[in-house]
């Protein structure tokens, strides 16, 4: 019986893996982390996941968001706009929790501390599970969860720099949803990821 039931909880594991293409899955094992499941994510911050953090969300932060993306439901566009708010909504949530509530803006090595600061692969990755967990609770009428994009061209002087990503049902197009570029509590940059790439 016991043997039975490893079986089935190994098979759904495996189950639920094969619905996170191999670039969301890389995402999260290249820094020894699970995805998101239904109710809970790990934070990263620190740069580069250094520091981490559980973040559970119970019935008020589901309803919260919930109410936030149904603002969205009209069009593709509005869900994007409702996606933005959803992720300021995070960032607000996990700001006095983990001590990002100071965070800046594009910070990297430069910045002086990473205890308080995303790095774009924090953003990417805790964009990308918000979005996943988010799309397990069915709160997505136009967009799935896309691969995460880089850019970075040392030669042309662009910066090397990474984005989580949606994709708009209908069309296909990429969007990047990029929250690297903003400061605390500031809605993250929405644009197609063909403009986006084109950024320094």
Same mark, same amino acid.
């Given at each position: 019986?016991?043997?039975?039931?490893?079986?089935?909880?190994? !098979?759904? =594991? #495996? &189950?639920?893996? @094969?619905? $996170?293409?191999? %670039? +969301?899955?890389?995402?999260?094992?290249? /820094?020894?982390?699970?995805?998101?499941?239904?109710?809970?994510?790990?934070?990263?911050?620190?740069?580069?996941?250094?520091?981490?953090?559980?973040?559970?969300?119970?019935?008020?932060?589901?309803?919260?968001?919930?109410?936030?993306?149904?603002?969205?439901? !009209?069009? =593709? #566009? &509005?869900?994007? @706009?409702? $996606?933005?708010? %959803? +992720?300021?909504?995070?960032?607000?949530? /996990?700001?006095?929790?983990?001590?990002?509530?100071?965070?800046?803006?594009?910070?990297?090595?430069?910045?002086?501390?990473?205890?308080?600061?995303?790095?774009?692969?924090?953003?990417?990755?805790?964009?990308?599970?918000?979005?996943?967990?988010?799309?397990?609770?069915?709160?997505?009428?136009?967009? @799935?969860?896309?691969?995460?994009?880089?850019?970075?061209?040392?030669?042309?002087?662009?910066?090397?720099?990474?984005?989580?990503?949606?994709v708009e049902r209908a069309t296909g197009v990429e969007w990047a949803v990029d929250l690297w570029t903003r400061s605390y509590a500031q809605a993250p940059e929405v644009?197609?990821?063909?403009?986006?790439?084109?950024?320094?």
């Open positions: 019986m016991v043997a039975a039931l490893l079986v089935m909880a190994s !098979a759904g =594991a #495996a &189950a639920a893996e @094969a619905e $996170v293409s191999p %670039a +969301v899955a890389y995402l999260y094992s290249s /820094v020894s982390i699970f995805p998101p499941s239904a109710n809970s994510m790990t934070v990263c911050y620190g740069f580069v996941c250094r520091r981490r953090h559980m973040l559970e969300f119970g019935p008020a932060d589901r309803r919260a968001l919930t109410q936030i993306m149904a603002a969205g439901r !009209a069009n =593709a #566009a &509005a869900e994007r @706009a409702a $996606v933005q708010k %959803a +992720v300021v909504w995070f960032d607000r949530r /996990v700001g006095p929790l983990i001590g990002t509530a100071g965070r800046v803006a594009r910070a990297d090595f430069r910045s002086g501390s990473d205890k308080g600061n995303f790095d774009c692969w924090d953003t990417t990755r805790n964009t990308t599970s918000l979005l996943l967990l988010m799309q397990q609770w069915g709160l997505f009428k136009y967009h @799935a969860v896309g691969d995460p994009h880089y850019r970075g061209n040392v030669l042309a002087l662009q910066t090397p720099h990474n984005t989580a990503v949606l644009m197609p990821v063909a403009d986006w790439g084109k950024r320094d």
